[in-house]
Structures are given as C-alpha cells and as structure tokens.
C-alpha cells in the first residue's frame, strides 16, 4: 500500500512547528483568526473579497438557498484585470511598480526560454483578448482550450476572462474523443488549440487530434492555433476555420476593454470525472472564485513579492487554474512555467530548473515524489536547491516516508511542506497547514482553512470529533462550485443528496485524530486517483466495453508504488472470441486512445463472468483484492477463471 493504515497514520509521532524564523515573518501569524473566522466566516471572506479590485460593490455578502449559493452577488469584477491590469495600472492610470515585474517565466522541454513582465502580459492579453472579440465571441461563449503548457495557455484564459467568456480547459494529454465530448457538452463556438507540445523528446500533435475531434462537434466556428516552433509548423489548416495565432495577433488591436461581469457570472467549467462514465462540467464564478484562491495562495504559500513561485500542475486541471494561473496572478507573483517532463534529458530536470530560476516556493504531487524518491537522491544532490523556502504537496495523500524525504532531501529540513487537501469542486485549498502557524505532521492535510467549515460525518450526518468517517463541508464557501453545467440535477445528487441538502459531499474518507488534523484515506466512491488524476471507473468501463471483442468490464484500483493507484480491468469478451496477451494490449491501447493515456489499465484480466451480488452490482471489493494480489499472487493477464470462481464462492452470499 501507498498509503499506510490509518493506525500507523496515527501512531505517527514526529511533529514539525514552524521554525522562528519562518513564523516571525509570515502573512499569517495570528491563530485567533481560526476562532474569528469560524464565529463569523461571512465577515472573514468580506475581509478578502475587499482586497480584490471591484466595479461595482455588493450588497449581500452570501445568499443561501440550499444547495446554491450566490457570493458578493451585487459586486462587479473582471478576473483579468485583478491578474494582470491592477499590478501594471495604478489607480489613477498611472504605472504601476508591478509592471516590470516577471510575471511569467517560462521554460519548454527543449530548453527554449521566455519571460514576461507584467506589463508584456498585459500586452499579450489585451491582443488576445481583441483576437477574440474579432471571431465574434461574446460574453457568456464557452470557449475550449487545448494547449500545452505555455504562456499561451495562460494568456488564452486570462483573455478569455477578459471579456467574460467562458473557458474550458481540456488537458493536452486527453484524446481526441474526450475533446470532443467536452467541446459538446459546453457547446463551445472556438478552440484554441497549438500545433504541438514536447513531452518526452516527442512532439505531443495537439491540433491533429483536435482536427479528430472536430469532425464530430457542431458547435465550434472558429480554431486559434499556437505555434509552438516557428521553423517548423506541424499540422494543416482547414480555410475558414483555422486561424494562426501569430497572424491574428499581428493584426490586433493593443487595448481591449475589460467587460465587468456579475461577481456570479461564470468564469470557467472545467470537466472532472465522476461515478458515471460521462464527465462533468464544474462551474465556477467569476467573485467567489478569485476571493478563495487569492486568499488561499496568500496564506497557504505564504506569497511575497520577491518569491519565484513553480507549481508543476498543468492547466488543464484545477491545480493549474488556480494554483498556476488565478491564485498567484491575483497576487502579483512571478510564476514559473516549465512544458515537460521531470526526467527530461535526465531526472535531475526539476531540480535543475529550480537551481537556474531560484525558485522560492515549489507545489508538486505526491506521485512525483514518490518517483524523485525511487530515482535516487543524487539526482537531487548535485543541485543547489537552497533558494526554497516551503514546499506543497497537492492530489492525492501523501505517505509519511515520502513526506519525510520531501521535507529533508528536497527542503533541505528547512522548508515548511504544506500538504493541502482540496478538488475540482471546492476551487481553492480547502484543509492545509498555515505554514507560520500549524504544526505539522507527515501524512496530514492538518486544519481546514480558516473560514472553512470541514467535518467527518457518519452515515447519518452527524460530527465525528475523533475517528473515522465522510469529509464534508458543512458551511458554503466563496470558491464552491455553483452547479454542473447544464446537469442541475446531478450537481444536487452528487454532493448534496447524501445528507439531504444539508451538507456537501465529498466522496472521500478521512479521519480525524484527537487534535482535530484531517488524514485523508482516498475516495469512497467509484473514482480512483491515478497519479494524482481523477478518473472514474465507468469511464475507463465503457471506453473497454467500447471494443468490438469486449461483453463487459470491470475497473477497480490497485495499490501502486509510484502512481498511488493503478488501473486493473476484469473483461468478459463476446462469444467466441479468444483472449491472449496480445488481445490485452489491444484493449490497453483502446482505453488509452478512447480516453487518454492516463486512463491505460496496468493490468487486464479476462475472466469468464464478473462477479456479481444477487441485486447485479459487481463486487468491486472482491475485484479490488483478485487486483490487489491477496487471493491471486502475481495478477497475470491470464487469470485462471477457477480462482475467480474459488473467490466469488468466498464472497457468496455476501452484499457490498
Ligand atoms: C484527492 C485536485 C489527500 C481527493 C486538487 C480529492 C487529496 C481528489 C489531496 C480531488 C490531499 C487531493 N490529500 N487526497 N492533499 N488533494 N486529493 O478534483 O481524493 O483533481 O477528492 O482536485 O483528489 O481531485 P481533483
């Protein structure tokens, strides 16, 4: 297991309080604002939402109706001018101090380098911005974006915000197929997109597997394409709908007028995976949002002018909109972007980049920990890595060992390591360590965020002050989300039925020790965490059940050194049809084509029926402890159908 048993979890004794130093100079210092901020957390958030720049004040701080929330409702803002406009304008026009301050700095795979100062993105952005009003976009327009990581990304979403469209962020290494079902479900009218992105020494063809997805879209009239190489473009432009984004650009006008929006005007959807095969559509507003990751990143990285900030998220997840882009940007941070992979040319690649950029404050996964950890500490050693100064864990629980060598080898034991719990859902940081404040302990997400009203429920709702049970909110919050898009329905059965609209959902189990710290155990619910990445198990099913050889299949997580968990799919094939290895490699790569590389299963293991409980349901636990090797050994492809059989006998009788 990846993650030890929750007795070894609370067995755990080492405890690490901030050093003197740190505590002494950081944003928060003060721990009576948990207790403040929990008496009235309207007036905590109102406190925040005042430090970002607004057209138009509110009237009501939070309008409840449960499950829906409104936020600042009568305030206006623009996300983009609190990002880029408010550090390069002074308030009377003039410039702002900010304006020559990096705020991107960028590095590709191979090496090429860019920086942009505040002032330069603000250029970027209006141009951009005026690209897209020209294709006709107006407020309230979905707006897809399938990039790899560049400052284009980030200037692609920031002008989007810029005139209140909509965007939504699709991950460059999803497929085609996905494009194209979450360009269909926001019925997006553009796409921007690039020719390519390097992973790995390979050209990552972006725009050809859009190209793909497009055939089966109506909704998208115009596609912008970034150049990632100018010596050598890659793919093929359809007259009429293609555009060059360097071309546009040259054509634009300098200044685009910001649109104020409505404090809940939608600022992006962004698609997660759930317990159903289909994907939703997580919507975020424009007030709300800003407010949570603003403050969060204030207090939780503990931001500063002079910090040199990497988060290693890529945009197309939440940690990206808001840990790479709104959360930073809305402080006037100098980001650090990095396009590839950590072991390109070498596994030392990280570690490199931190030593060249003097990188201050470094936010990464635990999966990518794990690998630095089994790649070795030489890697690590032969950099100077003493310009940090607090490290972030985010995605997935984080073992205490790998904490441990997060915090010594990486932290040179003088870094505070915040590890921080939070979702597609919640937008911002939810359970976190303050990092002049919590003592911390390896394994622990620690406190909920002041102003965040986490619980462990039972079954029936009720407050488990020690012990096991549901995480749930039990309070709205400014960056929650407001909905699915265009599935109301979903959005209340997902995460407000379980309680009966009293309380938000989770779907994760945690437990909390006698000091109250949160230790997160993974979901509950039929979504696995694969490298730090949500995905359900329908999903990944009905990309299998998909192939013509496949009657049905079964997708449960195993346990994975490096990943956290891995995909294993039981598959019954259709009459007559013969299974082998080669067969196996074939539903592999269908999975992988069908959804991304992210959702390729580890395993597969034919099996002559699934296991099922009288009322039909498949015994995914029984299937969880064939993959996890318990009953089976070593889990071949070939699993002998007997020892399912033996197995099922086992569990007979019994319901999940
Ligand atoms: C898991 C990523 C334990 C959790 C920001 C959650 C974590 C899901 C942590 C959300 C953490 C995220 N400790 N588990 N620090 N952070 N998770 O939507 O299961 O991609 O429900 O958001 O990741 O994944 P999502």
């Keep these: 297991m990846t993650h030890p048993s929750i007795d070894?979890?609370?067995?755990?004794?080492r405890n690490f309080p901030p050093s003197e130093d740190f505590k002494a100079k950081a944003n928060s210092r003060d721990a009576s604002v948990y207790e403040t901020a929990a008496r009235d957390p309207e007036k905590f958030w109102e406190k925040w939402a005042k430090e970002l720049k607004w057209d138009n004040p509110w009237k009501t701080t939070l309008d409840w109706k449960p499950p829906h929330a409104q936020w600042f409702k009568e305030g206006k803002l623009n996300a983009c001018v609190n990002c880029v406009d408010r550090h390069v304008l002074d308030e009377k026009g003039g410039e702002h101090a900010r304006s020559k301050k990096k705020a991107l700095i960028w590095e590709g795979e191979p090496g090429d380098t860019r920086t942009l100062t505040y002032g330069d993105l603000y250029r970027e952005v209006n141009r951009f911005a005026n690209v897209l009003k020209k294709i006709g976009l107006q407020k309230g327009d979905r707006v897809a974006v399938y990039m790899p990581m560049t400052p284009e990304a980030v200037i692609a979403c920031l002008a989007c915000a810029r005139l209140g469209l909509v965007h939504s962020v699709v991950f460059g290494g999803f497929s085609a197929e996905s494009l194209r079902d979450r360009i269909n479900d926001a019925e997006a009218r553009a796409l921007i997109t690039a020719d390519f992105g390097?992973?790995?020494?390979?050209?990552?063809?972006?725009?050809?597997?859009?190209?793909?997805?497009?055939?089966?879209?109506?909704?998208?009239?115009?596609v912008i394409v970034y150049r990632r190489d100018e010596k050598e473009p890659v793919c093929t432009m359809k007259s009429g709908?293609?555009?060059?984004?360097?071309?546009?650009?040259?054509?634009a006008a300098e200044f685009t007028a910001p649109v104020s929006c409505h404090a809940e005007d939608m600022l992006f959807t962004l698609y997660t995976s759930g317990t159903t095969g289909k994907p939703k559509g997580i919507v975020h507003t424009t007030g709300g949002y800003l407010t949570g990751v603003y403050a969060t990143t204030k207090w939780v990285f503990d931001m500063r002018d002079e910090d040199v900030y990497w988060c290693t998220a890529d945009i197309g997840w939440i940690t990206g909109h808001s840990y790479v882009i709104y959360g930073p940007l809305s402080n006037g941070a100098t980001v650090f972007i990095y396009e590839g992979s950590p072991d390109w040319p070498e596994k030392d690649r990280f570690w490199r980049l931190i030593e060249k950029y003097k990188v201050t404050i470094f936010y990464t996964a635990p999966t990518a920990i794990r690998a630095f950890m089994k790649w070795g500490t030489d890697w690590v050693k032969?950099?100077?890595?003493?310009?940090?100064r607090l490290l972030g864990s985010v995605g997935e629980p984080i073992n205490p060992e790998a904490w441990i060598w997060y915090q010594e080898q990486i932290g040179g034991s003088r870094c505070p390591v915040v590890d921080t719990w939070w979702q597609t859902e919640t937008g911002a940081i939810m359970v976190t360590p303050l990092p002049g404040l919590t003592t911390t302990k390896p394994g622990s997400a620690t406190r909920a965020f002041p102003g965040i009203a986490a619980e462990i429920l039972n079954e029936e709702g009720q407050i488990v002050k020690a012990g096991g049970g549901f995480m749930a909110i039990t309070k709205p919050w400014p960056s929650m989300l407001r909905t699915i898009f265009n599935d109301d329905a979903r959005y209340q059965q997902t995460y407000?039925?379980?309680?009966?609209?009293?309380?938000?959902?989770?779907?994760?189990?945690?437990?909390?020790?006698?000091?109250?710290?949160?230790?997160?155990?993974?979901?509950?619910?039929?979504?696995?965490?694969?490298a730090g990445h949500r995905i359900g198990t329908m999903e990944v099913e009905s990309?299998?059940?998909?192939?013509?050889?496949?009657?049905?299949?079964?997708?449960?997580?195993?346990?994975?050194?490096?990943?956290?968990?891995?995909?294993?799919?039981?598959?019954?094939?259709?009459?007559?049809?013969?299974?082998?290895?080669?067969?196996?490699?074939?539903l592999k790569q269908h999975a992988a084509k069908k959804i991304g590389a992210i959702a390729k299963p580890d395993d597969i293991i034919f099996t002559a029926d699934l296991p099922k409980t009288r009322s039909g349901k498949i015994m995914r636990r029984l299937l969880r402890d064939i993959a996890e090797g318990k009953a089976l050994g070593d889990t071949t492809?070939?699993?002998?159908?007997?020892?399912v059989e033996s197995l099922k006998q086992k569990y007979a009788g019994t319901e999940e």
């Excluded at 032969?382 to 940090?388: A, T």
């Design 198 to 222: 390097w992973r790995r020494g390979k050209r990552i063809e972006l725009k050809k597997a859009a190209d793909e997805a497009l055939q089966g879209t109506a909704s998208i009239e115009k």
């Design 8 to 13: 070894v979890l609370l067995s755990e004794t």
């Design 241 to 251: 709908r293609d555009l060059w984004w360097h071309e546009e650009m040259q054509k």
């Design 543 to 586: 990309a299998l059940v998909d192939h013509p050889s496949v009657a049905e299949a079964a997708v449960v997580g195993k346990p994975h050194d490096i990943k956290g968990q891995a995909l294993v799919a039981f598959v019954t094939v259709k009459e007559g049809v013969a299974t082998s290895a080669a067969l196996a490699e074939v």
């Design 496 to 530: 407000w039925s379980k309680w009966q609209g009293r309380f938000y959902f989770a779907g994760d189990g945690a437990h909390r020790d006698e000091e109250g710290y949160f230790w997160f155990m993974g979901r509950v619910d039929d979504v696995m965490n694969v």
């Design 637 to 643: 492809t070939l699993a002998d159908a007997a020892v």
């Design 382 to 388: 032969r950099c100077d890595l003493s310009s940090l």
